[in-house]
């Protein structure tokens, strides 16, 4: 069963720290995306790649970085976590060459105290 | 750049009665249009998809959703629900080209179904 796994589904970590958010895919889709979820405002895209070592921001990049080296492996830092980044992460990946829609992870809910 | 507008944000119904979350959007260019679905804590799931052609889409579940261009609108729609329907319902919406950031998706702020017994 093709899937987008995240590697952490839940996470709580100290104001100040540096925290990696991680996303792999065994699809071998070109496009990866990291965006956030909170109550009331939807899904918004924080950073995405169209291919290896290819990044583009999104809409909220702001506090936030991302690392791709391999197809298959897209990773969300966030240099110096904030409570204010205390919300559900998305990892989605699809493929090029097609109107496809994206295939989503089950979600990393990060706690920042 | 593309927006979406999801009119409700919660929608309670009976089991057995039918429901439509609305959805419309805005874009300067042709686009393809999506239904997502999240079951309490998990991820997105893919409902439908409008490409081009049939205004009329059917996705899984039991769900359809209709192309209106002229109102730009594309609304979800299920004749009965069940209670296990229940759910928080996305719509989204990205530009009808290829290449780098034709293939991002923007979202609206999801509608909450909630169906009581």
Redesign the interface.
Known sequence: DVK?TQSSRYLVKRTGEKVFLECVQDMDHE?M?W?RQDP??????IY?S?DVKMK?K?DIPEGYSVSREKKERFSLILESASTNQTSMY?C?S?T??G?Y??T????TRLTVV | AQSVT?LD?QVPVFEEAPVELRCNYSSSVSV?L?W?VQYPN?????LL?Y?SGSTLVKGINGFEAEFNKSQTSFHLRKPSVHISDTAEY?C?V?P?G????N????????TLLTVNP
């Open positions: 987008v496009n995306f965006y009331g405002l939807g899904l918004r895209l995405f169209y583009e999104g998305l989605a699809s090029v060459g109107p829609g994206y989503f992870g089950s979600g | 999801q944000s393809y999506f997502y998990q991820g997105l799931q893919l998809k490409l996305f989204a990205r009808g290829s290449g780098g950031s293939y991002k998706l923007t979202f609206g702020k999801g």
